[in-house]
């Protein structure tokens, strides 16, 4: 298993109960953590590391013996949202460097249709002086694993596999099946099942981007979007999406892959492209609308204080990758407002790291202006509003409700929501 993040700690670990494993990383901290049976993404229980024949390592020389390769590494955008291929390519190097004949390798990063023949195979031809389709095989299963959820997992979700001919398809999908309950679904090539992956992606986040415009358009005319999706989601067939911030290192992500590929074949998406507009903007939106709100209680915005709660990408992870939150937290900032930050799983020292800004441990009593409620952590709900005025100034202030939890629950507090 080469890349053993939140994809591919849980597939080797599943994998190591039924094969001889090693799990791979370049990070030597993650490796020692890993050795210790900590899952550096806090994910998975110690309890998942027993009973597993693995060796983590950070020395390829350990995957000489190696002859099943999955690689997931993750596949960012750059900061002109344009794919960054440096980790699956540098991926493919370690493993060209090692590959010998009749062995498989199997990509599940998240990619644009053609990658993975077209880019990453070239590359372990080179570096292992070996003829794909001939001495070595390759195959393409993508990822489904959903941070946070403990009801979806690797074992109860069906798991779509490809291979470069049937030989392949047929040995890629036999090792797959000893870990994966749900069973395997065999696409008809690589660039299906590469396809497959990303329009799951690119669907959600194009439903999101509605209703998120939809929440643009009620907010001028005074009504809540989640009143109105309420009423609407009583047709047996409406779609329920609701509004909020998409970010993370899938959704925020790859349809950008899929928006490269088509105009490198002559299509300018015009869908897909206005999705991730909107949806990007999200978070500068909520920003303003604070700074707005601040403005009609008659304060001023230079020396008010803001509480956001919640910095990770969704709700109940550690994972601060491409978190939308952020946005929000700069917005405010540009208007001179003092921003408190508090998360129960997200790491400080990360945080800052990433982003230069630190969180709070506990927010402070009376000195806020607004809260935001921003990512919807267990720790935030049920709360009553007592709790929330104890942390407003005066008692008075705005609740900017970005998951809609406390509609209709408050009567004191000036509420807001998407």
Excluded at 29 to 43: A, Q, T
Aim: charged share 25%; with cysteine; aromatic share 10%.
């Amino acid at each position: 298993m080469v890349g053993l993040g939140y994809v591919g700690l849980p597939i080797a670990l599943e994998f190591a109960k039924n094969f001889r494993v090693v799990g791979f990383d370049i990070n030597q901290e993650r490796v020692d953590l890993m050795r210790k049976g900590v899952d550096p993404s806090k994910e998975l229980e110690a309890t998942a590391f027993e009973n597993c024949d693995i060796v983590f390592t950070s020395d390829e020389s350990e995957l000489k013996d190696v002859g099943f390769y999955v690689v997931a590494v993750p596949t960012p955008i750059n900061n002109m949202n344009l794919p960054d291929l440096t980790p699956v390519l540098s991926a493919s190097r370690t493993v060209g460097r090692n590959l010998k004949k009749g062995d498989y390798v199997v990509y599940e990063s998240t990619v644009y249709p053609g990658c993975t023949e077209d880019d990453c195979v070239p590359i372990l031809e080179e570096l292992s002086g070996l003829k794909f389709g001939v001495d070595f095989k390759v195959g393409y299963s993508p990822e489904r694993i959903n941070p946070g959820d403990k009801h979806n997992t690797l074992r109860t979700i069906m798991k779509v596999v490809s291979g470069c001919d049937e030989e392949s398809l047929s040995i890629i999908s036999q090792v797959y099946e000893t870990v994966v309950d749900a069973g395997v679904y065999k696409a008809s090539s690589i660039k299906v099942a590469e396809a497959c992956k990303i329009i799951e992606n690119t669907q959600r986040d194009v439903n999101i981007a509605l209703v998120n415009e939809l929440s643009l358009i009620f907010n001028r005319m005074g009504i809540n979007t989640f009143d109105v999706l309420q009423a609407a989601g009583t047709k047996w067939n409406f779609l329920k999406f609701t509004p909020g911030l998409v970010g993370g290192h899938c959704i925020g992500v790859d349809p950008y892959y899929l928006v490269y590929k088509a105009k490198k074949v002559g299509y300018f998406s015009k869908v897909i492209s206005s999705a991730r507009y909107v949806n990007d903007s999200m978070g500068f939106y909520v920003g303003k609308q604070t700074v707005k709100k601040i403005l009609e209680q008659g304060k001023n915005a230079l020396e008010a204080k803001v509480l956001v709660l919640g910095a990770t990408f969704k709700e109940n992870v550690s994972d601060i990758r491409n978190s939308k939150v952020v946005d929000i937290i700069r917005e405010l900032e540009s208007f001179s407002v003092h921003v408190d930050v508090m998360d129960p799983h997200a790491d400080a020292q990360e945080l800052y790291y990433e982003y230069g800004f630190n969180l709070v441990e506990k927010p402070k009593s009376g000195a806020y202006d607004a809260i935001i409620l921003a990512v919807a952590h267990t720790n935030f709900i049920g709360l009553d509003e007592t709790y929330f005025q104890d942390l407003l100034a005066n008692g008075e202030g705005v609740f900017m409700d970005l998951k809609g939890l406390y509609r209709n629950k408050f009567s004191k507090l000036k509420y807001w929501s998407l």
